[in-house]
């Protein structure tokens, strides 16, 4: 089974859990959490996030 990570944080997603979101132009999004999934939405990035690993 292939590993995912959150698109937001880049936390690994375990399988039978998170949200995959797909755009109309094809591009695929994952999210561990809701939290993850509104801050993208807000278009808040997540290098200036201190929780967010990308950031790290």
Do not use: H, Q
Not at 32 to 46: P, Q, T
């Amino acid at each position: 089974m292939e590993e995912r990570r959150c698109s937001f944080c880049n936390t690994r997603i375990t399988p039978g859990t998170g949200k995959l979101y797909a755009k109309k132009d094809g591009t695929v999004y994952y999210f561990c959490s809701s939290k993850c999934e509104k801050n993208m939405r807000l278009g808040r990035v997540s290098r200036k996030i201190k929780w967010a690993r990308k950031g790290a």
